[in-house]
């Protein structure tokens, strides 16, 4: 059994997971596991309309039943939320009106779900019901407003970003061309449901045992919801059991539990259903697009122009940071001329759309890769050489002032276009066959914080214990991912100690310095950064003391496996002894570092979305056969390079690609978060919103390229959200390349793709 | 709401328990016996997440109610282990199933929700099967869904395990 770490740290061979025998032993405690003493059960009550006037309230029939402890009406917070400092427009339960099917508006507690449950169909509510919000810009027409709290109409923010003359790019351009398209929502689905567990306890703490990817911005925001000092709230995250996103701000269930525990003074546990997780959502934006491009002579990009339209659903959420981001990442893989971008976010009475995996940059990278390929198709150019030209180099600064470090997009394209045999291959697969290619790019963590602030992004702390244990404290979250595991094997590495001494604590507010969160793919990095410091400013502290007790010169200490040595003498002393050592010179050992990024270059509205100290590049060739007779799509194998930087834990790399990817075949081929006329979602459950499974997995040949990243931790950079972004362009290439047909949304169904086949044949029968 | 005493025997033990009539198996194996091994992941048999033995064979507990499976036998993934055991008398306790530990080696574990119901299946296919085609093992499993990995690498935990499995017992092969 190799579950055990070795021994000797010369051999840190990595074990895929820290946790991993817990995970399949059935140990590991998730939020909705863990028991707490005397626990009380929340449920919350949802709206049954998309948009309605909450006319009356009665909650007397429930309040009375045996069992019921508390039930509690809006808004319950005492001042308005939202993850972004400009956009507070969240409540935990809705007061006056309801804005999307699926809206909590009511929570009750009780001795048992069952009894909640009940208590939840004893309440009355009368509605007015109002016309739904479904579309966006100006298909709304005389639509009602949806947010009464935010100016007139239902847009919500409206952005502009203009870098070089772009009206004369086009206008002097050789070759032009436009093209649109509408990326269809969709939703996470970590299969952990959402779930909660929280005290307000007699001495005025409260305590939350939650399913969060962002414990520290749950703190913040639940002091304001609550109005707490921060210091008296405490968050913690059990095993999560996946995130994407779909975790990433406080939700009206974790506030509502608070409440609900100080009403009953019992701890309270609040579990969402599959199908609240789809009416919670905070999941990929729908989003209508239209890009044009102008060409030199040379095939160089001198002008592009993007806009975006998103429709946000009810609330704020990320939504502001998601539509720059619609514009931010276009030019990390093309060196383009000028570049202008527009973005709009409107109010729909949907449920709120928020960051999913690739966050804002997965939309408008299928436009733009399917834009491509159908320029080169235009100008009778290989799609993979086309792009090769006007490839943004390494260590240079794009258009719109992003500064990028290393990249392997190159090297990509080439490992892509080898593995599947592109140039012997392409346009000789037969007929209804095709290939087709895509890149992408993503940020290793965001340059800014959410909220401004000069402090750094992330903490870590490193304690030596008399034990000879190192036991790393880290605010990060491993939400599946395995961040506690590279935190340890960084830790290792960096002391030179064996990974069996690294014990990781992560995620608590109350006991381990602050990390913004598991989101925009920043932790391996940041938190890396971090505990790099610290790990520095330990090995310096041992270093002086086994100097001090051998009396020679710090410099001429040495590292012999585990062990501290003196340089050319006899004298060798165990990590275990010389760390005692350094404890009698200078106290218990802790050391901590912080990691802040550098400053962005940009300074103009806007600058503050697109910045990282590092981009990863990826790269997809999708292998697909169309059957023209029923539409079907079968993507028969994809093609996948990705540059991480250094890969810490290549297993997790893989995993992480793989993953990536599945996900981006999923909404490619089956996803949408779609609504009836009525504002209903169309199938809140997991026969209504398909997924992939293992059969509709095709082989994925991978290949890892890259150099190590100067600004990452030994070189690493970010490989959870980059690989998901090519594959939904290259499947819709492929799809073009095999049977001739433009696609114009997401997700490509055999209906869809049956009607632009006959539209193709329409048109070739007028010619 | 009514209410019986049932028989269950779990992980190799004998349970009396009261048992409301609307309770699923899952609810009494979480709630009641408190082996949170077993996951929700969609309450409706749909995702697989809930899958543990019932006389042997794998079933969804969220769709199974609770008072259809007196006297009957489960195995939870806090019991595979030990149910291998058992089945391999002489080599002493076990602290993992050859899946269990394969499913580590393998990187199969991300977040881990969906790996007890996956390795009860998996568990399952290779005591019935013991040299799996990758086919076979597709189609097994394919009721279970995993939103991190992407499958790969518990398909090949699977093969890894049969493969030492297949080693240890030559006789069956
Ligand atoms: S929880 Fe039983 S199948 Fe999903
Ligand atoms: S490991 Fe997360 S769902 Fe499978």
Redesign the pocket.
Known sequence: MKLEAPSSPSAVAVPNRIEGWAKVTGQALYADDVAWPNMAYGYLVRSPHAHARIVSVDLEAARSMPGVLAVLAGPGSTAPYGIMPSNQDEHALATGKVTYFGEPLLAIAAETLRTARAAARAVRVAYEPLAPVLKTGSQQKAAPQVREDAGDGNLHKAVDLEFGDVAAGLREAQFTRTDEFFFQGNNHLALEPHAVTAFWQPDGQLVLESSTQVPHYVQRSLARALGLPEHQIRVMVPTLGGGFGGKSELFPHEVAAALLSRSCGRPVRITLS?EDVFYTHRGRHPVEMKVATGFDRQHRLQAMSFESRLDGGAYSSYGIASTYYTGALQPTTYQIGAYRFHGERWFTTKPPCGPKRGHGTTQPRALLEVHMDRVARDLGLDPIELRREILQPPFSVTVNQLDITTSGLAECLDAVERMSGWKERRGRLGKGRGLGFACSSYLSGAGLPIYWNPLPHSGARIAIGRDGGVQVACGITDIGQGANTVLAILAARSLGVALGRVRVTSADTGTTPVDLGSYSSRVTLMAGNALLTAAERMLDLLRQAAARHWQVPAQEIARDGEDFAVLGRDERAAWTEVARWAEADFGPLVTAGGYTPAPPRGRHKGSGVGPSPAYSFSACIAEVEVDELDGRLQVQRLYVAHDPGTPLNPQSVEGQIRGGVVMGLGEVLMEAQAFNPDGRHRGPH?LGYRIPTMLDVPEIEIAVVGQPDPNGPLGAKEVGQGPLNPVIPAVLNAVQDAVGIELHETPVTPDRILRALDAKRRRGNAR | MAESVMRLRVNGREHHLVVSDEATL?EVLREQLHLHGT?????????????VWLDGVPR????TLAKTVEGRDVVTIEGLAGWWGRERPGEGAAAFHPLQTAAVEAGAVQCGFCTP?MLMAGAALLRDTPAPGREEIREALSGHLCRCTGYEQIIHAVELAAGRMGEATPDEA
Do not use: E, I, Q, Y
């Open positions: 599959r997991l | 899952l996951k929700d992941g969609c309450a409706v048999g749909s995702c697989g997440t809930c899958t969804l507990s969220c769709v119901g």
